[in-house]
């Protein structure tokens, strides 16, 4: 089990709740299943931006000078692949400046350990705000190689948004970087015998992209 000291952001929105239950269902269908993915990404990625740092802008509106707010720093999301794809367009219609990184890494269908295909990052991480995405946390695995890379790469705080997380994904993650925030709806039961979450969503890949 994760200690109280987990850093885990349990994000329960009502909708977020009704989208999660729509990508848990195994008769929800691959385009169906793509649209709950934004929708629950568009939700937890505000989440996981709350604390944004902003500045105090002034624009001209049809009538008149108005102060206001905009993003003050520059955002980078990072897209673990393949899954981490389906929720990047949710966080780039939040964060349209956003620059994006890849990291693509594949777990081995027998051992579920993950090996790294591809990387391409954006420079001077160390001065953005990253997000990471990566729908699902099940050994964590996969999500501490990532965040290895992006603390050689020079990123500082690192935030996880995730759609299902089993708690020795968040256990790994919490001893590995311990500043990591993991955003999350849920941190499920426990991991089979193959890796998988239980009750999980299944093979996120594969029913986003119609591969089974
Ligand atoms: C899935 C998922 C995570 C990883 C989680 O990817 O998207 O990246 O498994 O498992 P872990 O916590 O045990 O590492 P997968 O390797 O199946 O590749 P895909 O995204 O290309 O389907
Ligand atoms: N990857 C998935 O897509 N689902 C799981 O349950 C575990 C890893």
Same mark, same amino acid.
């Given at each position: 089990?994760?200690?109280?000291?987990? #850093?885990?952001?349990?994000?329960?929105?009502?909708?977020?709740?009704?989208?999660?239950?729509?990508?848990?269902d195994h008769r929800t269908t691959a385009d169906h299943f793509r649209r709950a993915a934004t929708r629950i990404s568009v939700l937890l990625a505000a989440e996981a931006?709350?604390?944004?740092?902003?500045?105090?802008?002034?624009?001209?509106? /049809?009538?008149?000078?108005?102060?206001?707010?905009?993003?003050?720093?520059?955002?980078?999301?990072?897209?673990?692949?393949?899954?981490?794809?389906?929720?990047?367009?949710?966080?780039?219609?939040?964060? #349209?400046?956003?620059?994006?990184?890849?990291?693509?890494?594949?777990?081995?269908?027998?051992?579920?350990?993950?090996?790294?295909?591809?990387?391409?990052?954006?420079?001077?991480?160390?001065? $953005?705000?990253?997000?990471?995405?990566?729908?699902?946390?099940?050994?964590? +695995? $996969?999500?501490?190689?990532?965040?290895?890379?992006?603390?050689?790469?020079?990123?500082?705080?690192?935030?996880?948004?995730?759609?299902?997380?089993?708690?020795? +994904?968040?256990?790994?993650?919490?001893?590995?970087? /311990?500043?990591?925030?993991?955003?999350?709806?849920?941190?499920?039961?426990?991991?089979?015998?193959?890796?998988?979450?239980?009750?999980?969503? +299944?093979?996120?890949?594969?029913?986003?992209?119609?591969?089974?």
């Open positions: 089990m994760y200690s109280e000291r987990v #850093p885990v952001q349990l994000v329960t929105h009502p909708l977020v709740l009704d989208a999660l239950v729509t990508l848990r931006l709350r604390h944004l740092p902003t500045r105090a802008v002034s624009v001209d509106t /049809p009538l008149g000078p108005a102060d206001g707010r905009q993003v003050g720093v520059d955002v980078v999301v990072v897209p673990v692949l393949r899954a981490g794809l389906g929720m990047l367009d949710a966080v780039l219609e939040l964060v #349209p400046g956003a620059r994006v990184g890849h990291i693509g890494l594949q777990r081995d269908e027998i051992t579920a350990v993950a090996s790294q295909y591809y990387s391409k990052l954006p420079a001077r991480l160390d001065s $953005s705000y990253v997000v990471m995405i990566d729908p699902m946390l099940a050994t964590g +695995g $996969s999500a501490v190689a990532a965040l290895d890379l992006l603390a050689r790469a020079g990123a500082q705080a690192v935030r996880i948004v995730c759609i299902v997380a089993a708690p020795e +994904g968040v256990a790994l993650v919490e001893r590995r970087h /311990p500043a990591v925030e993991i955003y999350t709806p849920v941190v499920d039961r426990s991991l089979n015998q193959q890796k998988f979450i239980v009750p999980g969503l +299944g093979d996120f890949g594969d029913r986003l992209y119609g591969t089974v």
